[in-house]
């Protein structure tokens, strides 16, 4: 592989910070999730609109065909809404609790929603169990739910393989359950200890966990990302973490995860993988170090390139040809001025790729 | 000043007198803090603001209050809150934990060289059974650490009232060992030992005027109390449905222990958990789980003091060091913020249902009855029977007040 490197050619602000979003078909735009509701962003003006708003922070936003958006949010609530007229078209009240995230898989058939709010189940603060189930699945069509499957709360991140056959959700614990898409059986479990922490210094309780997940081109590996352990859960500073775990054959083993002396601090909470299968991206917080964006090959797992944002990264997508990179997320949210007005802070980026195969 | 309450047991037959034992924790004012130490936001607790830039993600819901809401993680303090008073409009100086946990709990800042006792002390000095077997000033904690609670914690509690009035401390790892008799002796055996070490201890005191002799003593006197008391501090010997009710978490059950601690005699029981509010980052996902867990342990504990007739004289507070800022930083977390906050209480003449003070449509500022720790001080020592502004007299020192500046109490939320 020639040696990658990003260039940014775009730099754009939303009103408020942006949580989640994707690329619109012609990846020309995005849809953000935002603090405040759903916007679209031009990519190439950095003009903005907010579409609508759900009732707590939006949380997760995918552009389907035909310019319809499905997001989710953290008043539990999927909705399906038409560009074309400015319209809802569908309302799905899935949780009690938040939608951590959504997923879609590949072919935009099926849809699947996370949540799960942690609370005190002992002593030490190990998590209660589930008071609603976990995961749902159902269709991106219909808006029905046909799975509503177990984990143990908070479940934060999920994602589809690529012949959408399954689906994996991650939780606080470092528990990854992969479901059978079609029938809802449980196919396997992968555990890791390592994104998660126990308290010591400030209090006793649990915090971090699988932030982000994707399956690999092959479908038959995990990459994982998050935060490594940390001794005090409320500092932010464990290193920058992903692992990738072999999941389908027999019981799940850790193949490879981010390198000694390639890691700084901080939460990284958004993967994407580039169209060539070569590299992917992981992207978060810079609390420590000199990076909150890396490139990495899948093969190796060496780290090819990085960036500092100067801002926090919650979402990242790959143009569908691999030229450009979109990366999306927010700033510290500023101190509301005199007026009561408040700066932007919401961020959307575009790099350019160039030396990548593909 | 004020002399501390006399006796009313002596350490053998406390429990063994029934009327008397009933008495005993009957008597007088008591008060559970519920330290929320690292600072709750406001925003998320006791004065939300839905639907602004700077609400959060959680929401408000109504409460038995019309027209009040409070975080929506709060359902069952929302059906309990004619019983309690909160205060919108804390307004308070100190930025740092350190500062901020001695302003709140001590009821000032620092006038060197006067160090002033913490409220737990000064509860315990005033309306505490001295002669108790059972600790007057309890501090439940299960964490050993807890940043600069940790380093507070190490510190000087009791000030100038002097050690014996400093808290006995338990929970989790702070079990408190060697309290059980041994087994080879006898108690007849045990009591001539004890009177032996008295002798001579007492007289190695009064012959030298020895303030570390005299602790010693307290120290000791104390622990011969905290024998026969040894079952108060047994978290498993509580009713499996109570530790059920309250909630499996630490704090939810020291919580349910200060209860029983206050119930049997106990006059101030602080519960903490380290620091576990202090959320500059991870705002949102610990707060979804610590509020919960204060919302059900504020629930349970008042209506349990209410329905034991104890809540006209307990005195519940619920209370961190300062607040948290309106504005989410870049690790999603809110940092320090004493501008604008908020607290509750309930019971021992506190007012239910009032809601004092309020902030500005962002949470920015107070906007209306601001008040800060000395009027909160005043407010608790006036509720409790303490005269808030009574004169510290203390040799080589300036005059001292136990609260400064004349500073006055929040009359709306006094009965």
Known sequence: MNEVKLQKVDDHRLPTAILGGSLAPDARSVVAACMDGIYTVDLDSGDYDQRYAHDSYASSAHWLADDVILSGGYDGRLEWFDLKNGKSLRQNQLHAFWSWETAIDPKAKHFASVTGQYLAGGYKYEPQGEREPSICVGSVETGEVFHRLPHIPSVQAVAFSPDGQFVAAGNLMGEVRVFEVSSGKLAATVKTPDFTSWGIIKSHCYLGGIFAMRFTPAGDELLLAGMGEMRDPMAGNGKQLWQKWKWDQGEPRLVDQIHDGEHGEGLMEALAIHPSGDFFAMGGRLRGGDWNVALFALDDGRRLTTLKTGYRVTTMHFTPDGSRLIVLGTQGQPKPEADGMIAPFGRAERYVLSGADG | ?415
């Open chain 2, 1 to 415: 000043m004020a002399a501390g309450a006399a006796s009313v047991a002596s350490f053998n037959g406390l429990f063994s007198i029934p009327a008397l034992a009933e008495e005993t924790k009957r008597r007088g004012k008591k008060c559970i803090l519920l330290w929320l130490c690292g600072a709750p936001s406001q925003f998320d607790t006791w004065d939300p603001k839905p639907g602004t830039a700077t609400g959060g993600p959680f929401g408000a819901i109504a409460t038995n209050l019309p027209g009040i809401q409070i975080s929506s993680l709060m359902p069952r303090c929302a059906t309990l809150m004619d019983k309690l008073a909160v205060i919108r409009s804390m307004s308070t100086k100190p930025n740092e934990h350190f500062q901020g946990i001695d302003a709140l709990t001590r009821g000032d800042q620092p006038r060197p060289p006067f160090t002033r006792p913490i409220l737990g002390s000064v509860v315990a000095q005033q309306l505490g059974q001295l002669d108790s077997p059972v600790p007057q000033f309890v501090l439940l904690d299960p964490c050993p650490e807890g940043n600069e609670f940790k380093a507070f914690k190490a510190g000087n509690w009791a000030g100038w009232l002097g050690a014996e009035y400093g808290p006995v401390r338990a929970g989790g790892d702070y079990g408190i060992p060697n309290i059980q008799q041994l087994d080879t002796i006898s108690d007849g055996d045990h009591a001539d030992r004890e009177a032996l070490r008295k002798f001579f201890s007492k007289k190695y005191e009064n012959d030298y005027r020895s303030t570390a002799a005299a602790s010693h003593n307290a120290a000791f006197d104390r622990v011969q109390g905290l024998m026969s008391c040894a079952p108060l501090f047994d978290l498993d010997s509580l009713p499996e449905a109570d530790r059920e009710r309250y909630g499996r978490g630490a704090f939810a059950q020291h919580a349910l222990q200060a209860r029983h601690l206050i119930e049997n005699g106990s006059t101030f029981v602080m519960v903490a958990n380290g620091m576990p509010w202090d959320n500059h980052v991870y705002q949102h996902e610990m707060h979804q789980m610590l509020v919960p867990e204060l919302d059900n342990v504020m629930f349970q504990l008042v209506n349990d003091l209410d329905q034991r007739g104890m809540l006209d004289d307990t005195l519940v507070i619920a209370m961190g060091e300062f607040g948290r800022t309106p504005w989410l930083n870049d690790a999603r977390g809110r940092d320090h913020y004493p501008t604008a906050w908020s607290l509750a209480m309930a019971g021992a003449g506190i007012r239910g249902g009032v809601v004092h003070g309020a902030t500005d449509a962002l949470g920015v500022e107070v906007i209306e009855g601001k008040v800060d720790n000395r009027n909160l001080f005043a407010t608790i020592f006036q509720t409790l029977g303490i005269d808030p502004h009574e004169e510290y007299e203390l040799p080589g020192l300036p005059t001292f007040h136990r609260v400064e500046d004349a500073a006055e109490p929040i009359r709306e939320v006094l009965a």
